[in-house]
């Protein structure tokens, strides 16, 4: 059994904790310099919900962080921050670095406004050649952003206030993706998910019961279609293909689509209906009398396997595509609130992370799982690998796919990545 470690890096027990505060000087890295940290944090000047890392393979790349405000006005910000020392050019500042605590972990590259709550943000799939990179964020519409070197830093390197050899970028938009046929109303975008086979594939999930796919290279929308009966939440592309995708919403169900034949879809699992007891009146108003389904995601090594929860519930279920109508795993008794967001492990099939209200980061292992009976065809899974408490609620969280011993946790004001 796992337990709690506050002030430390995500452990087994308390024998495995990890301080915080500091580098760990029992061990020092090449040259004389100390290790990292278990914990970076990085603290906004706003709420923060989406979050997303850079897909780089680089340490200096892929510890970037694209980080969303949750601002109740119409004017939101997107920014990209990285850890301060990755961001420092030089080697010497770098190592001189280490040794000052007044620094703050991380550092912000660039800041853009943009209109509404960002629901969701991703860095693009695959590094391109190219030296910029290209972000997508949803909330009233779809829209794709640059990032680049910023010229005016490059040219003035002594400000005052300017750390010397900082990169400072800027964050351009591009364009803003929106359906033609919906220019007078647009439905807010609550999800979407892009293509790791194909890149210039998007789909998008919405309120208006629909979800939408993209080709972001021509900006056009290829198809249009009704995939609930009520609104939908969250949308994903299987791994390895660009052709299937599911999604999940308001009515309880998770439905499977193919891009080659969308006349017929498949039904993954649909939940019981909720009763008095188990559906705050939240949920029954949007719901119509189902437990609605907040998010999905399927596995990166494991692509038959996807993981969803629904509202207010603090149970994580495992569906295999190959076996529909009943989870073949639950994650359950050791979130004491609703469960907020989840993460598959990029390195280990059988890892997943989660996050909610209880302020808790578990790591669960699906396969040490409890024997089931013989009339139950769910494996149930109570005691989780790995446990964290944040501060406040976790809102959010990423595990790094190019660097998977960090994962990026969002709660409150506060962006945290760990060290598993």
């Given amino acids: 059994m796992s337990t709690p470690i506050p002030a430390g890096g995500m452990a087994m027990d308390a024998s495995h904790s990890r301080s915080s505060a500091g580098y760990d000087v029992?061990?020092?890295?090449?040259?004389?310099?100390?290790?990292?940290?278990?914990?970076?944090?990085?603290?906004?000047?706003w709420p923060v919900y989406a979050i997303d890392w850079c897909k780089?393979?680089?340490?200096?790349?892929?510890?970037r962080l694209a980080v969303g405000s949750l601002i109740e006005e119409q004017t939101n910000k997107l920014q990209v921050v990285t850890r301060t020392d990755l961001s420092l050019k030089d080697e010497g500042e770098r190592y001189n670095l280490y040794g000052n605590q007044q620094n703050p972990d991380f550092i912000t590259l660039a800041e853009a406004d943009t209109y509404y709550p960002i629901t969701k943000v991703l860095w693009e799939p695959r590094k391109s050649s190219r030296h910029?990179?290209?972000?997508?964020?949803?909330?009233?519409?779809?829209?794709?952003?640059?990032?680049?070197?910023?010229?005016?830093?490059?040219?003035?390197d002594n400000n005052i206030g300017r750390r010397r050899g900082v990169e400072h970028q800027q964050l351009l938009r591009q364009s803003e993706l929106v359906n033609t046929k919906q220019r007078?109303?647009?439905?807010?975008?609550?999800?979407?998910?892009?293509?790791?086979?194909?890149?210039?594939?998007?789909?998008?999930?919405?309120?208006?019961?629909?979800?939408?796919?993209?080709?972001?290279?021509?900006?056009?929308?290829?198809t249009q279609l009704i995939a609930h009966d009520r609104d939908v939440y969250d949308?994903?592309?299987?791994?390895?293909?660009?052709?299937?995708?599911?999604?999940?919403?308001?009515?309880?169900?998770?439905?499977?689509?193919?891009?080659?034949?969308?006349?017929?879809?498949t039904i993954l699992y649909e939940a019981l209906p909720a009763t008095s007891n188990s559906s705050s009146p939240f949920a029954s108003a949007i719901s119509?009398?189902?437990?609605?389904?907040?998010?999905?995601?399927?596995?990166?090594?494991?692509?038959?396997?996807?993981a969803t929860f629904h509202m207010d519930s603090d149970s994580v279920q495992i569906l295999d595509i190959r076996f529909p109508s009943i989870p073949v795993t639950e994650l359950t008794r050791s979130?004491?609130?609703?469960?907020?967001?989840?993460?598959?492990?990029?390195?280990?099939?059988?890892?997943?992370?989660?996050?909610?209200?209880?302020?808790?980061?578990?790591?669960?292992d699906i396969n040490s799982t409890q024997p089931a009976h013989r009339s139950q065809r769910t494996n149930i899974v109570q005691s989780p690998s790995l446990r964290y408490v944040a501060d406040s609620e976790v809102k959010s969280l990423s595990w790094n796919?190019?660097?998977?011993?960090?994962?990026?946790?969002?709660?409150?004001?506060?962006?945290?990545?760990?060290r598993v």
Avoid at 401 to 418: A, E, H, S, Y
């Fill in 335 to 364: 979130h004491q609130s609703s469960v907020n967001c989840c993460s598959w492990s990029p390195s280990h099939p059988a890892l997943i992370c989660t996050g909610g209200d209880d302020a808790q980061v578990l790591v669960w």
């Fill in 26 to 45: 029992h061990n020092s890295g090449t040259n004389g310099r100390c290790a990292e940290k278990e914990i970076y944090q990085y603290d906004a000047p």
């Fill in 235 to 265: 949308v994903a592309f299987m791994h390895g293909t660009a052709d299937i995708f599911a999604s999940a919403g308001a009515d309880g169900s998770v439905r499977l689509f193919d891009l080659r034949s969308l006349e017929h879809s």
């Fill in 132 to 156: 910029s990179d290209i972000l997508v964020s949803s909330s009233d519409v779809l829209r794709i952003w640059e990032l680049s070197d910023n010229p005016a830093y490059a040219r003035y």
């Fill in 56 to 63: 780089a393979p680089t340490d200096r790349e892929g510890f």
């Fill in 401 to 418: 796919q190019n660097l998977p011993m960090w994962i990026g946790i969002g709660f409150g004001r506060t962006i945290q990545t760990l």
């Fill in 184 to 222: 007078d109303f647009c439905a807010p975008l609550t999800s979407f998910d892009w293509s790791e086979v194909d890149p210039s594939l998007i789909v998008t999930a919405s309120i208006d019961t629909t979800c939408t796919i993209w080709n972001i290279e021509t900006r056009q929308a290829k």
């Fill in 288 to 306: 119509d009398g189902s437990r609605p389904l907040l998010r999905l995601q399927f596995n990166k090594l494991q692509p038959d396997l996807l």
